[in-house]
């Protein structure tokens, strides 16, 4: 089946320093996936930080970027400088564009620390 | 401004009891879906929804029934409250296959359950 894997978090980081998650794909089902990271903060719901639909394709939100590589089946979210506000659990996601949202297969999160 | 509100944020139970969790979006979207979050697995899909009426079960649908009474509210009952049911609950909304976004989902606050 479809899956994804990201890095096990927690993840501490200082503040100006630069962040990797790693994220992992395999999308046996759908011949052409979206890529997703939505965050989580604290007390509140999953929101899109960043989707990609073709692949090669780089995605940017907040500082945040991905690039959807089909080659190592890859969708690295990177920022350069965190902020102690960019402290929230990160989910990569895989979508099928020809079916709705029931088919969104996502990681285990990883939850980022960043401290002052 | 368009949302998705789950209620009660958090709520405690004992095994064996009633629980109902409820969510209402104002986004239009005619899809609407139950997922569980736990330590250690990516959101789950418990059971979803295409529109008033409907419902379709999901990858994790034991122990739980759902029901749909308008475009805007989605239910989940828990009738018979076990502890391996404690959980992070979220629901979501999103458009329809074929509409712009189709699979980009949008998520309420979250519920907290207890099962004592």
């Known amino acids: 089946g479809d899956s994804v894997t990201q890095t096990e978090g927690p993840v501490t980081v200082s503040e100006s320093e630069s962040l990797i998650i790693n994220c992992t794909y395999s999308?046996?089902?759908?011949?052409?996936?979206?890529l997703f990271w939505y965050v989580r903060y604290p007390g509140e719901g999953l929101q899109l930080l960043l989707k990609v639909i073709t692949a090669g394709q780089k995605g940017s939100s907040r500082g945040f970027e991905a690039t959807y590589n089909k080659e190592t089946t890859s969708f690295h979210l990177q920022k350069a400088s965190v902020q102690e506000s960019d402290s929230a659990v990160y989910y990569c996601?895989?979508?099928?564009?020809?079916?709705?949202?029931?088919?969104?297969?996502f990681g285990s999160g990883t939850r980022l620390l960043v401290s002052p | 401004e368009a949302a998705v509100t789950q209620s009660p944020r958090n709520k405690v139970t004992v095994t064996g009891g009633n629980v109902t969790l409820s969510c209402r979006q104002t986004n239009s979207h005619n899809y609407m879906y139950w997922y569980r979050q736990d330590t250690g697995h990516g959101l789950r899909l418990i059971h979803y929804s295409y529109g008033a009426g409907n419902l379709q079960i999901g990858d994790v649908p034991d122990g739980y029934k759902a029901t749909r009474t308008t475009q805007e509210d989605f239910f989940l009952l828990l009738e018979l409250a076990s502890p391996s049911q404690t959980s992070l609950y979220f629901c979501?909304?999103?458009?329809?296959?074929?509409?712009?976004?189709?699979?980009?989902?949008?998520f309420g606050a979250g519920t907290r359950l207890s099962v004592l």
């Open positions: 979501a909304s999103s458009g329809s296959p074929g509409q712009p976004s189709q699979n980009t989902l949008y």
């Open positions: 996601a895989l979508g099928d564009p020809l079916t709705g949202g029931y088919k969104v297969v």
């Open positions: 999308a046996t089902s759908i011949a052409y996936p979206n």
